[in-house]
C-alpha cells in the first residue's frame, strides 16, 4: 500500500470569508497568516504552492524570488494593482481574481439609491428624528411609469435594468461598445447618450473610469439633462463633475443625487455633504456578507482547480507565448493593441461588427495572441478589465461581440500587416498596421494611406477634410493659438481636391472648446482626439 501524495498549502495572507477557508482545506492544507511584513511573507512562501490576498498585502517581484514552489496568487476582489503580474508570469504564476463576486451587491446598492431619492428616505428619517411630522415636506415620486437610463451595459449595468423593469420602469442604455441586440434581449432601448439625457427621469451611471468618462458628466451634460433630474453613482468617482453636480441640484436643475464614490476616497470635508438632497454612502456597493462570502468561494474554487492542473474561470495573467510563435508575432502584438485603441476612439454609434484579418507570415502562425491584444485594444479606452491571451475571448463573449477573422499568406504591399474593420451604426471605421523597425505603425486609415509611428502616451488628432489648398496652415495656426504643439502629421487623399485625411500627432490635448473650433472649420468634416 502506498503513501497518498501530500496535500498542496495554501497560505491566506489576507482575510476572508471563512467559507473560502473552509473550501479551501477540503483540497489543501490551509493557513491563515495575516499581518506579515514583507520580509516575512517572502520567506513563508517557499512552503507553500498557493497564495490568497486582498488589498492589503502587496505581491511584487522580490516578494516572489523565493517561491520557487508557488503555482497560483489569487486576489480576493477585483484589481490586481497589489499583484506583479509580469514577475508573476515569467515565474509560471497563475494569477486569478472575482471579478464578478461583487455585481448583485453593486446593482441592489445602486437601486436601493435610487429608491431612496425617490422617496427623500434620508431626509424624511433625519427629519423625523429631530421631532418633525411633516409628511407634505417629502412628497416622493414613484418608479413606475418612469424613465431609467443606464450609461453602461456591463455586468452590473444589466442586474440594474433588470431590476428596473421589475418595476415597471422604462430603461434606456447608451453603450456603444455592447450590440444593440443585446440591450433589447434585456428588455431595454439602446439610444444615444444625448437621447439618454433628454429622455431619463433617472440615471445611473455604470462605466468603468478612463481618460474617456473622467469628467463625462458634467455642466454641459447637466443643462441637456430634464429638469428634475436624479442621478445614482456606485461606480467609480471622477465620473461625474462633483463641484459642476453641486452647482445643478442647489440651481434645481437636478432634483438630487446619490453617491456611494468620490473623485478622492475617503473624500474628508467636502461641499457635497452640506447639500442634503445628496445621499452619500462610503463605498458600499460590494460590501455585502453574501458578496464576500462569494469573492472568498470564488476563489478558493479557482486555487484547487489550477492545483489540480486545470484552467481556472478568471485568471488575470497571460501565460507564455512559445517562442517559435513568439520570435514572428511578437512585433505585432503592440500593433494590433494600437489598432484597436485608436477603432475603439474613432467609433461612433452602435457597435455591431468586428473584423481582424492578417496578411503573411504573421498569418501562418498561431494568431490567438494578436487577436487577444487586438481585443485588449479595443477594450482599453472603455474598460477597466484586465485582458489576456486566457480571458480575451470569453471577454469579447460577455459582451456580446462576434469577430470574425481573416487568414491570408500574402499582401500586395507589405510583408505582414494587421487590419481591424470595426462597423457600427452609424459608419465604419478600418485601420491598417504594421511594425516599422520593431514600432507599431499605422498605414491606413479608412483606405487612405497614412504612414505613422504614434509615440506612446501622446495624442492623435484625426480630422477628415476636403482636400483644398490652405487646410493644413488653417489647422496648424487654430492649434497654435491655444499652444497646442504638432509633433508630426499626415496626409492621406483618394485624388486631387477629393476626400483626404489629416492625421497630426500632438504632444497636448484639444478641450471640448478646441475640438468644437476646428470641426467648425468649413471644409472639416469630422475632428477626433485618440488617446494613447
Request: aromatic letters at 4%.
Amino acid at each position: 500500500m502506498t503513501d497518498s501524495p501530500p496535500r498542496p498549502r495554501v497560505l491566506v495572507a489576507d482575510p476572508i470569508a471563512d467559507e473560502g477557508v473552509a473550501l479551501l482545506r477540503e483540497g489543501a492544507e490551509v493557513d491563515v497568516r495575516t499581518g506579515l511584513s514583507p520580509d516575512e511573507l517572502r520567506e513563508a512562501l517557499s512552503g507553500y504552492e498557493a497564495l490568497v490576498v486582498r488589498s492589503g498585502v502587496t505581491v511584487g517581484a522580490g516578494t516572489l524570488a523565493d517561491a520557487g514552489r508557488l503555482q497560483v496568487i489569487a486576489r480576493a476582489g477585483t484589481g490586481v494593482d497589489n499583484v506583479d503580474l509580469e514577475a508573476a508570469t515569467e515565474r509560471g504564476i497563475v494569477v486569478v481574481n472575482a471579478p464578478r463576486g461583487n455585481t448583485i451587491a453593486a446593482a441592489e446598492h445602486a437601486f436601493a439609491l435610487l429608491i431612496a431619492l425617490a422617496r427623500h428616505i434620508p431626509r424624511a428619517d433625519r427629519s423625523l428624528r429631530g421631532g418633525r411630522w411633516d409628511r407634505r415636506a417629502f412628497m416622493g415620486a414613484e418608479l413606475r411609469g418612469h424613465t431609467l437610463g443606464l450609461i453602461g451595459f456591463g455586468p452590473i449595468g444589466s442586474e440594474m435594468a433588470r431590476r428596473a423593469l421589475a418595476f415597471e420602469m422604462n430603461v434606456v442604455v447608451s453603450d456603444p461598445f455592447v450590440p444593440a441586440e443585446r440591450v433589447r434581449a434585456q428588455g431595454a432601448l439602446p439610444v444615444e447618450l444625448d437621447r439618454l439625457y433628454a429622455e431619463s427621469d433617472f440615471i445611473s451611471v455604470h462605466t468603468p473610469l478612463t481618460a474617456t468618462t473622467r469628467g463625462m458628466v458634467a455642466r454641459e451634460q447637466f443643462a441637456a439633462m430634464k429638469d428634475g433630474v436624479r442621478l445614482v453613482n456606485a461606480a467609480r468617482g471622477g465620473i461625474i463633475d462633483e463641484n459642476d453636480l453641486l452647482e445643478a441640484v442647489r440651481a434645481g436643475k437636478v432634483a438630487g443625487a446619490a453617491l456611494d464614490v468620490f473623485t478622492s476616497e475617503p473624500p474628508g470635508e467636502h461641499p457635497l455633504f452640506e447639500e442634503e438632497r445628496i445621499i452619500v454612502t462610503p463605498h458600499l456597493a460590494g460590501s455585502t456578507v453574501e458578496a464576500q462570502e462569494r469573492i472568498a468561494i470564488d476563489v478558493a474554487e479557482q486555487v484547487l482547480e489550477v492545483l489540480a492542473g486545470r484552467p481556472p474561470r478568471y485568471p488575470v495573467n497571460a501565460p507564455l507565448v512559445p517562442p517559435e510563435t513568439l520570435e514572428v508575432v511578437g512585433p505585432y502584438l503592440a500593433v494590433a493593441e494600437l489598432l484597436g485603441t485608436v477603432a475603439t476612439q474613432l467609433l461612433s454609434g452602435q457597435l455591431t461588427t468586428i473584423d481582424l484579418a492578417f496578411f503573411g507570415e504573421i498569418a501562418e502562425h498561431d494568431v490567438t495572441p494578436l487577436k487577444a491584444f487586438a481585443i485588449r485594444g479595443l477594450l482599453s479606452p472603455i474598460s477597466e478589465q484586465n485582458v489576456n491571451l486566457v480571458n480575451a475571448t470569453s471577454i469579447a463573449e460577455a459582451r456580446g461581440w462576434t469577430i470574425d477573422e481573416r487568414l491570408r499568406a500574402s499582401h500586395e504591399e507589405f510583408h505582414n500587416l494587421i487590419e481591424l474593420r470595426v462597423g457600427s451604426s452609424d459608419a465604419e471605421v478600418t485601420i491598417s498596421g504594421t511594425a516599422s523597425h520593431s514600432r507599431p505603425s499605422i498605414v491606413r486609415i479608412n483606405d487612405l494611406d497614412i504612414d505613422l509611428v504614434p509615440e506612446p502616451g501622446g495624442f492623435l488628432l484625426v480630422c477628415e477634410n476636403e482636400d483644398r489648398p490652405g487646410m493644413i496652415g488653417h489647422l496648424g495656426t487654430l492649434l497654435g493659438a491655444r499652444d497646442i504643439n504638432i509633433s508630426a502629421m499626415r496626409v492621406g487623399r483618394t485624388s486631387p481636391r477629393g476626400r483626404a485625411l489629416m492625421v497630426l500627432m500632438l504632444d497636448d490635448a484639444p478641450d471640448a472648446a478646441s475640438l468644437a473650433a476646428i470641426e467648425a472649420v468649413e471644409g472639416i468634416a469630422s475632428a477626433r482626439l485618440v488617446r494613447l
